[in-house]
Nanobody, 124 residues
Framework: QVQLVESGGGLVQVGGSLRLSCVVS????????MGWFRQAPGREREFVAA????????TYADSVKGRFSISRDNAKNMVYLQMNSLKPEDTAVYFC?????????????????WGQGTQVTVSS
């Protein structure tokens, strides 16, 4: 059974930083592209960032470019999302996702496992 468990969410003020972590079990982690999505109240889930199997390719939503950074540690089965210069519109539940491919999927349905999510709240 593949499991993804996120941590690191919380309440932060505008301009602050948080680092989200996700640990993966039940799959050969190094064979999986990984990503982060988020969902704000009343809105659809949206893509945030993704990283391929060895960290050589990373993609970001335009809304977070220059502020967020995705990384991974294959030795620890971990993926991270460093979030800086946080804004109120970053408030959402953040989900860690895993794909059964080395490369980053082009579509959301390319990710086959999702974590339960961690809440990030940015207060002004």
């Amino acid at each position: 059974q593949v499991q993804l468990v996120e941590s690191g969410g919380g309440l932060v003020q505008v301009g602050g930083s948080l680092r989200l972590s996700c640990v993966v079990s039940g799959r050969t982690f190094r064979n999986s592209a990984m990503g982060w999505f988020r969902q704000a109240p009343g809105r659809e889930r949206e893509f945030v960032a993704a990283i391929n199997w060895n960290g050589g390719t990373r993609t970001y939503a335009d809304s977070v470019k220059g502020r967020f950074s995705i990384s991974r540690d294959n030795a620890k089965n971990m993926v991270y999302l460093q979030m800086n210069s946080l804004k109120p519109e970053d408030t959402a539940v953040y989900f860690c996702v895993a794909a059964p491919t080395l490369a980053i999927p082009s579509l959301t349905r390319g990710y086959d496992y999702w974590g339960q999510g961690t809440q990030v709240t940015v207060s002004s």
